[in-house]
């Protein structure tokens, strides 16, 4: 039973760039939550999908923005990328109104220069 | 608004010895859960255990349990039995059940912890 997946791995942009994550949910789950984690801090909510809309959105601006496909995989993509922006973006999948954990997966670390 | 505290930003235990982790909490709401997660170097953050907020009992997971004080909102870590496979940072995170939507976790800055042989 595959967990959850993320691609690429790392990825390194240029400031004022375009970049699009992607992640597969852990089998069976059907909602997706993205979390940005700078270094040395807690990873901040970013938004979640359930059934191709996004359903909660945290302090982020509208340079974030997501998808959520037909299989309950997700994109993230940044516009206009900034310095600050370089952080460990985390995706975690859940099944809708699940009571227990969030299943996290091994992120992509995001480095604008 | 919710908030997590966790005022330890570096632990260090011996192999073999118990640890425990501080996380107080702030909300409003009176029904959420709270959790701690395991986020090892390599960036995975790794479900630990869980605690409901009207769960009478203290959560237990194996080598670790949730010490819950409800009226001071404290939901600490302790991991008995410490090995070097532990260290690793550590976070609590809380969900709030409200508005009807799926849960977003608050983390807190995390503890780094280091077992040392």
């Known amino acids: 039973d595959a967990g959850v997946t993320q691609s690429p791995t790392h990825l390194i942009k240029t400031r004022g760039q375009q970049v699009t994550l992607r992640c597969s949910p852990k089998s069976g789950h059907d909602t997706v939550s993205w979390y940005q984690q700078a270094l040395g801090q807690g990873p901040q909510f970013i938004f979640q999908?359930?059934?191709?809309?996004?359903?909660q959105r945290g302090n982020f601006p509208d340079r974030f923005s997501g998808h959520q496909f037909p299989n309950y995989s997700s994109e993230l993509n940044v516009n206009a990328l900034l310095l600050g922006d370089s952080a460990l973006y985390l995706c975690?999948?859940?099944?809708?109104?699940?009571?227990?954990?969030?299943?996290f997966g091994p992120g992509t670390r995001l480095t604008v220069t | 608004a919710q908030k997590i505290t966790q005022t330890q930003p570096g632990m260090f235990v011996q192999e073999k010895e118990a640890v425990t982790l501080d996380c107080t909490y702030d909300?409003?709401?009176?029904?959420?859960?709270l959790f701690w997660y395991k986020q090892p170097s390599s960036g995975e953050m790794i479900f630990l255990i869980y605690?409901?907020?009207?769960?009478?009992q203290n959560a237990t997971e194996g080598r670790y349990s949730l010490n819950f004080q409800k009226a001071r909102k404290s939901a600490n870590l302790v991991i008995s039995a410490s090995q070097l496979g532990d260290s690793a940072m550590y976070f609590c995170?809380?969900?709030?059940?409200?508005?009807?939507?799926?849960?977003?976790?608050?983390f807190g800055k995390g503890t780094l912890l280091t077992v040392n042989p």
């Open positions: 999908y359930y059934e191709e809309e996004e359903r």
């Open positions: 605690q409901g907020s009207y769960d009478e």
């Open positions: 995170a809380m969900r709030v059940n409200s508005g009807g939507s799926n849960y977003k976790l608050t």
């Open positions: 975690a999948s859940s099944p809708f109104g699940g009571a227990y954990e969030q299943y």
């Open positions: 909300t409003s709401d009176q029904s959420y859960g």
